[in-house]
């Protein structure tokens, strides 16, 4: 089965700055895909970025980047030049094995950008 | 650029009462999913569903949950008999890629069961 883990339930950034966001995943299968997920506070869900385990490349969509680390089993997303409507949860995802692959979400990070 | 849409954006039902919650996924998407997210929770997959058929479900989704894509484009979860702890917002996805895997989600259903 699959787990993530997301160890920071809150985060502060100042506005501009970076921020990186942890997220580390169990997985036996060699095959798998990471997903970053915006919940702002009017609720709905957000795709942000993918990144496929035989990519050899970061992914990488505009602001963000994911920080993929295979061996340590970590998929951080990195956010620069942040702004004020970055703030939100942030959920760090992996796709399962099976015909179609369903999501296993972690349980978030609440990142507030500060002016 | 096209969008899933869902309705209604809020329900509210006496317990034991059966809701219907709406789906119009992307049209050209082949996977369709059922999550859902109790308040202040993480997004919990219910079912997936592909060629007609579910594909997956979790233990969650038991015999009160059905879902159905009546036509083309509609996509359905109903819950025949509502609990206290079915309240939570509920989100639809329609998923693109060899098996689905990058989905795009509405803004979901939030349903108060009373």
């Known amino acids: 089965a699959q787990k993530i883990t997301q160890t920071q339930p809150g985060m502060f950034v100042q506005e501009k700055e970076a921020v990186t966001l942890d997220c580390t995943y169990d997985?036996?299968?060699?095959?798998?895909?990471l997903f970053w997920y915006k919940q702002p506070s009017s609720g709905e869900m957000i795709f942000l970025i993918y990144q496929g385990s035989y990519d050899q490349q970061n992914a990488t969509e505009g602001r963000y980047s994911l920080n993929f680390q295979k061996a340590r089993k970590s998929a951080n997303l990195v956010i620069s030049a942040s702004q004020l409507g970055d703030s939100a949860m942030y959920f760090c995802a992996m796709t399962a094995t099976g015909a179609a692959r369903q999501l296993t979400f972690g349980s978030g990070t609440q990142l507030t950008v500060l002016p | 650029e096209p969008e899933v849409t869902q309705t209604p954006s809020h329900q509210v039902t006496q317990m034991g009462q059966e809701v219907i919650l709406r789906c119009v996924p992307i049209s050209n998407h082949l996977y369709f999913y059922w999550y859902r997210q109790i308040l202040g929770q993480k997004v919990e997959f219910l079912v997936s569903?592909?060629?007609?058929?579910?594909?997956?479900k979790s233990e969650i989704f038991d015999d009160q949950f059905s879902v159905e894509r009546p036509d083309g484009s509609n996509f359905t979860l109903k819950i025949r008999s509502t609990k206290l702890e079915d309240s939570a917002m509920y989100f639809c996805?329609?998923?693109?890629?060899?098996?689905?895997?990058?989905?795009?989600f509405g803004p979901g259903t939030r349903l108060l069961v009373l």
């Open positions: 997985t036996s299968d060699p095959s798998y895909g």
């Open positions: 569903f592909y060629n007609n058929e579910i594909s997956e």
């Open positions: 996805a329609s998923g693109r890629g060899a098996h689905g895997e990058t989905q795009y």
